[in-house]
């Protein structure tokens, strides 16, 4: 079997299946990195067989939820696995498919152009090539900048240059892919009061999150800067900066004025810090800087609802995203000002747009709701505990109020399956929202039905 074969056989499975190649790539991934988390070199304890398909599923679809302590259950060895499921998930099944099929300098089909473009939200098929190089470049490099500002930044705690390495990259790798896994026991709750880290982490996972599309709309505008040309922000771009900024505000001020009083132990300094950092980490990233078990029952409630909406499209963050929660926006100010065509910034949206998102947010909260009476069962613990882990599994998110070790192997089994189905279910939607509607070859009788 040479390598031209290999090629042809998967791009050709890719180009007809582009939904199971996005499914089955997750699966074999997952699998993988199971059997060598299982490994025995991969942990100083033996792991479970659950434990071990937990961790790889949380690390595949860059959630952050664990069951065994990362930096100090796991040996570097078994730490590396994790990282490498960590950039693997965070570059996209379909996206890193189709990297490996350039390498084999072949061609992407039409069909198969088509089913990348919804992942990576080009508009023309012939700029797949070029966004999935984009991705790879731009993903590599961020992560590269931020492991040498970590390792500026944490050269006075680490006495080994080895291990300050591996501290830096994994930690930047981890953000920038918004997976949220630390290796530092408490994850960053040491460092609730450093401005710098609170930075470069918050920026790795913005970066990460606002998607490709709105990375490359940056890169051509510091080109035309250059050039003195004149570009403009496409639409999405424009959306998803002003949701992103507005959810960022929006939240770090409710979190203040919601533990202000809780997390009096903090200077005003660490409360301004911690209440941005919880309200960017939230979608989806997963670190904490303070102990969200300890958090008031409305913070909780608020962070919920960040992991619910997530980050955006295109990017490694997981949710509904927040051009969802603006359709969402727009549909409801059109409905109540009764105008038939929704617009925004001098542009009309396809109304199949709204179709669409509300069938996502149906769909997404009906998964949650099933989760989350499942786990109410089989774990028998508190109500907003288990809602906000079943949010943040199915949101990809990690972050955990301290029951996700304490789960029945049943629990652990729902919450991989959350983080596996939250991390696909957006973009399998996406796709199966791209195909061409079938039309009824009979046109049946129109009847008015009452709703309210």
Known sequence: MNRKFVAKT?????????????????????????????????????????????????????????????????????????????????????????????????GIGIKAGSGLKTILGEEYITEVRSAIKFIVKTTLLIEAIGAILLFIWWRSIFLETSQ????????????????????????????????????????????????????????????????????????????????????????????????????????????????????????????????????????LLLLTFLMFIGGAPAGTAGGIKVISLVLIFLSIISFFKRKEEISIFGRSLPKIYFRNVFILASVYLLFCLVIFSLLLYTEKGEFEKILFETFSAVGTVGLTTGITSQLSNTGKILITISMFVGRLLPLSLAILGSREIIKAKIAFPEEKIILG
């Open 10 to 106: 998967f791009s050709q499975f890719l180009i007809q299946k582009p939904l199971t190649t996005l499914v089955l790539s997750f699966l074999i991934i997952i699998l993988i990195g199971t059997i060598l988390l299982k490994l025995p070199w991969s942990t100083f304890q033996d792991i479970s067989f659950i434990n071990a398909l937990f961790t790889a599923t949380s690390a595949t679809c860059v959630t952050g939820l664990i069951v065994q302590d990362t930096g100090s259950d796991f040996t570097l060895f078994g730490q590396i696995v994790i990282l490498l499921l960590i950039q693997l998930g965070g570059l996209g099944i379909m996206t890193g498919a189709a990297f490996v099929y350039l390498f084999f300098k072949k």
């Open 164 to 299: 300050l390495t591996f501290y830096s990259i994994f930690h930047s790798v981890s953000a920038f892919c918004n997976a949220g896994f630390s290796l530092f026991r408490n994850s960053l709750e040491n460092f609730r009061g450093d401005i710098a880290l609170n930075v470069v982490i918050s920026l790795l996972i913005i970066l990460g999150g606002i998607g490709s599309l709105v990375l490359r709309d940056f890169q051509k505008k510091i080109t035309s800067f250059f050039k003195k040309e004149k570009t403009r922000w496409t639409l999405h771009s424009k959306l998803v900066l002003i949701s992103t900024l507005c959810l960022i505000f929006l939240g770090a001020s409710l979190f203040y004025v919601f533990e202000r009083e809780n997390l009096d132990f903090l200077t005003g300094k660490e409360m301004v810090l911690t209440s941005f950092f919880q309200s960017i980490t939230a979608r989806t990233a997963g670190f904490n800087t303070v102990n969200i078990g300890k958090l008031t029952s409305p913070t």
